[in-house]
Nanobody, 122 residues
């Protein structure tokens, strides 16, 4: 497994932007597909975006497509989530996750970070 640490969360006004980072340590980062999930108060954790080990393939939940961009830098063992045009409904704790699986649409993540809070005010 890899160890994951998220950063970059905070308070932002609606329409603003934030970039989340997830630093990984442990086994070879470039072997893992990576993803971001989020959990809003009173709701279950939900998938946001995923990226393949190479970075060539990405997959997004419908509600963030066109606003959020997932990317990775394997040389820095880091995955990013650029969030633009933020809405109050994007408020949640955002988690980074890793999996040795290949299919981006499969939820088989077994390594998780501790989460970072994102709050979007109206």
């Amino acid at each position: 497994q890899v160890q994951l640490v998220e950063s970059g969360g905070g308070l932002v006004q609606a329409g603003g932007s934030l970039r989340l980072s997830c630093a990984a340590s442990g086994r070879a980062f470039s072997s893992y597909k990576m993803a971001w999930f989020r959990q809003a108060p009173g709701k279950e954790r939900a998938f946001v975006a995923a990226i393949s080990w190479s970075g060539r393939s990405t997959y997004y939940t419908v509600s963030v497509k066109g606003r959020f961009t997932i990317s990775r830098d394997n040389a820095k063992n880091t995955v990013y989530l650029q969030m633009n045009s933020l809405k109050p409904e994007d408020t949640a704790v955002y988690y980074c996750a890793a999996s040795l699986g290949v299919v981006l649409t499969t939820n088989d993540y077994d390594s998780w970070g501790q989460g970072t809070q994102v709050t979007v005010s109206s």
